[in-house]
């Protein structure tokens, strides 16, 4: 899998589902970027064809973390210079990368018609794909909730800071009550002993227990690591630039368990499918099962 190259839409290959999993967390620099790339890497790893859209729509920065130098991005989609397939960039183990539009302020506003545009550019890819990442600003404004909605899966990254359990607090409440998601899973990052990850999803689960109707899961934890930190000053994933270390075994673990979560029983499971969603999320179409 790790070269696998784009086919016509006319081929004979079937469409396959794809599972969409968005990477939230709330507040801003609880890693939810590099949790996106190493993730990816890791279902890379294990024979999934995997690809990354960046989704932070105002500040992109999926394609800096991995050293990646794109010349075209979603922003070029939308004016109609460019299709999807031509931004899409090769990044290590032969994930793709789809680059948003770093310092584009409008990128941030996107409305209905720009959504549209998704859609149709969305639609029209021709790449043989299993799994697909969404790394979502942080905030709960307009396109994260937009995007988390449209995702079969919401992973929510934590640290052990009281402001990003209360932002992600913050991000469930409204997704639950304005967006109607109903599950979440949590992923306690940078952990520095042995059960804290479980503690911090706990106290998140306990808060939600009693003023919201959703269901967390826990997915696991990413230990505190300074390969992390020697990787990011590298443009690398941790993953990909020590593969051995502590931080890149967690990351393999969590690409594990990921690939036992399901296209939910009656979601349609392929990519336009996905686009779609997006459109009636961004419109505040009912709730999406």
Same mark, same amino acid.
């Given at each position: 899998?790790?070269?696998?190259?784009?086919?016509?839409?006319?081929?004979? *290959?079937?469409?396959?589902?794809?599972?969409? *999993?968005?990477?939230?967390?709330?507040?801003?620099?609880? =890693?939810?970027?590099?949790?996106?790339?190493?993730?990816?890497? /890791?279902?890379?790893?294990?024979?999934?064809?995997?690809?990354?859209?960046?989704?932070?729509?105002?500040?992109?920065?999926?394609?800096?973390?991995?050293?990646? %130098?794109? !010349?075209?991005? #979603?922003? +070029?989609?939308?004016?109609?210079?460019?299709?999807?397939?031509?931004?899409?960039?090769?990044?290590?183990?032969?994930?793709? $990368?789809?680059?948003?539009?770093?310092?584009?302020?409008?990128?941030?506003?996107?409305?209905?018609?720009? +959504?549209?545009?998704?859609?149709?550019?969305?639609?029209?890819?021709?790449?043989?794909?299993?799994?697909?990442? $969404?790394?979502?600003?942080?905030?709960? +404004?307009?396109?994260?909730?937009?995007?988390?909605?449209?995702? +079969?899966?919401?992973?929510?990254? $934590?640290?052990? &800071?009281?402001?990003?359990?209360?932002?992600? @607090?913050?991000?469930?409440?409204?997704? /639950?009550?304005?967006? =109607?998601?109903?599950?979440?899973?949590?992923?306690?990052?940078?952990?520095?002993?042995?059960? &804290?990850?479980?503690? #911090?999803? %706990?106290?998140?689960?306990?808060?939600?227990? !009693?003023?919201?109707?959703?269901?967390?899961? @826990?997915?696991?934890? *990413?230990? @505190?690591?300074?390969?992390?930190?020697?990787?990011?000053?590298? %443009?690398?994933?941790?993953?990909?630039? @020590?593969?051995?270390?502590?931080?890149? %075994?967690?990351?393999?673990?969590?690409?594990?368990?990921?690939?036992?979560? #399901?296209?939910?029983?009656?979601?349609?499971?392929?990519? &336009?499918?996905? $686009?779609?969603?997006?459109?009636?999320? =961004?419109?505040?179409?009912?709730?999406?099962?």
């Amino acid at each position: 899998m790790a070269n696998w190259k784009p086919f016509s839409m006319s081929s004979s *290959i079937p469409s396959r589902p794809v599972k969409v *999993i968005a990477v939230t967390g709330g507040k801003g620099g609880v =890693g939810k970027t590099t949790v996106t790339a190493n993730l990816a890497i /890791s279902l890379a790893l294990r024979g999934r064809a995997t690809m990354v859209l960046d989704a932070d729509l105002g500040l992109a920065n999926v394609d800096v973390l991995l050293g990646l %130098q794109p !010349r075209w991005n #979603l922003s +070029h989609v939308l004016s109609g210079e460019k299709t999807l397939d031509e931004i899409i960039v090769p990044g290590p183990k032969g994930i793709r $990368v789809v680059p948003a539009a770093s310092g584009i302020g409008q990128m941030a506003a996107l409305g209905t018609l720009e +959504h549209g545009g998704l859609v149709r550019a969305f639609s029209e890819l021709s790449l043989p794909l299993d799994v697909l990442l $969404v790394d979502t600003a942080a905030g709960i +404004h307009d396109d994260v909730l937009t995007f988390s909605r449209a995702a +079969h899966h919401v992973l929510v990254v $934590v640290c052990d &800071e009281p402001a990003s359990l209360t932002d992600a @607090y913050a991000l469930i409440k409204v997704l /639950s009550r304005d967006r =109607g998601v109903g599950r979440f899973r949590v992923l306690a990052n940078q952990t520095r002993a042995p059960g &804290e990850g479980r503690d #911090l999803y %706990q106290k998140l689960a306990r808060v939600c227990d !009693r003023f919201l109707d959703v269901t967390l899961d @826990y997915a696991g934890a *990413i230990p @505190y690591d300074d390969f992390m930190r020697r990787a990011v000053q590298r %443009q690398a994933a941790v993953v990909d630039a @020590y593969p051995g270390c502590i931080a890149s %075994q967690g990351f393999k673990n969590l690409a594990s368990r990921a690939d036992t979560w #399901l296209v939910p029983n009656g979601a349609r499971g392929h990519l &336009e499918f996905f $686009v779609e969603r997006l459109v009636m999320a =961004g419109t505040g179409v009912g709730a999406l099962q």
